[in-house]
């Protein structure tokens, strides 16, 4: 009888226990701290129980489009392909997930600034097909709206963007959105609320409504004036 009270009150204490965050959540959190490297070795070391794990192939996709876009210039194709190679394997395991589509599509956005003219047409013809999966699959699929945002800016307010720097661009505001989401997301886990006002019930508030603006706006908007436009 002593030995099944004490499993039970074992049992009642794990559930009292502030649960730890599961590999793919810490991978997630060193990406947001840009501890890349840890990131890619976390992410990794969950594909060695779920090789075909899609959630985490998209994320390894996502990680080495940042990992490329801060490496030295001679390491940057390879490093792009990689990340395409990883959300084609995501695709492959699970179709039905935007995340593999929208990472896709970026990590060829970036890997057509490397080709030439015919390459670039062929690019942006799957790109295309990618962002439209996407949305299919997930009309909220930010990363998906933000290269196509990118496009439509390219056409209606920066006609001296190139296809390859409107794509580049898109692939960084995708990017910056997702870290504003998840630094916004941190800072209300760390005071323990749920909503960051009651002004929009249902939506977490005001701030979770512009929150991917939060780094995206002032540096995209420095890029346009003061990088491309020169």
């Known amino acids: 009888m002593l030995p099944m009270v004490l499993a039970c009150v074992l049992f009642a204490c794990c559930l009292m226990m502030p649960s730890s ?3 793919v959540e810490r991978g997630d959190q060193e990406f947001v701290s840009r501890n890349y490297p840890l990131a890619v070795a976390v992410y990794d070391s969950v594909l060695t129980t779920s090789r075909d794990s899609a959630s985490v192939l998209w994320r390894l996709a996502r990680v080495y489009i940042c990992v490329a876009d801060v490496a030295p210039e001679d390491q940057q ?6 990340a395409e190679a990883y959300a084609v394997r995501s695709i492959s395991s699970d179709s039905t997930k935007s995340e593999g589509h929208s990472w896709r599509a970026a990590a060829l956005g970036s890997v057509a600034m490397f ?3 015919k390459a670039k047409v062929r690019l942006c013809t799957v790109i295309k097909q990618e962002l439209e999966r996407a949305i299919e699959l997930n009309p909220r699929d930010d990363i998906a709206f933000s290269i196509l945002g990118i496009l439509i800016v390219r056409a209606a307010i920066a006609p001296y963007l ?3 720097w ?3 661009l898109a692939v960084f505001a995708s990017v910056m959105g997702q870290l504003g989401d ?3 997301s941190m800072i209300k886990r760390d005071v323990r609320i749920k909503d960051s006002s009651k002004t929009i019930p249902g939506h977490g508030g005001v701030l979770d409504r512009f929150d991917s603006l939060l780094f995206t706006a002032p540096l995209v908007y420095y890029i346009l004036k003061y990088v491309i436009s020169e």
């Open 77 to 82: 194709l390879e490093l792009y392909r990689r």
């Open 162 to 164: 190139t296809v390859a």
């Open 166 to 168: 409107a794509v580049g």
């Open 115 to 117: 080709e030439g003219s």
């Open 21 to 23: 965050p599961s590999s």
């Open 182 to 184: 998840l630094c916004e």
